[in-house]
């Protein structure tokens, strides 16, 4: 079960406490110690694309979006 999905199912349950409890407890992706999802973007919350070089913590995606804010110059 993806990330979104999982999300999406608590939220529909948050009106039955018993159900919810039982969803988490069979249904809840288990804590990562090492791995890719270990790490999110931090703006946007993706797993994948993550750019953990100097601190950054970005996916490429949104590393994209900020690069010029941040400093980084694109040449040609």
């Known amino acids: 079960m993806t990330y979104s999905n999982y999300k999406k199912m608590m ?12 969803f988490v407890k069979h249904n809840a992706p288990k804590e990562r110690s090492c791995g890719i999802a270990t790490k999110r973007c931090s703006r946007c919350g993706r ?13 490429r995606q949104c590393f994209r979006d900020v690069a010029t804010k941040i400093g980084f110059k694109k040449y040609n």
């Open 11 to 22: 939220k529909q349950l948050e009106v039955k406490p018993a159900k919810l409890k039982k």
């Open 47 to 59: 797993i994948r694309g993550h750019i953990d070089k100097y601190g950054i913590d970005l996916c």
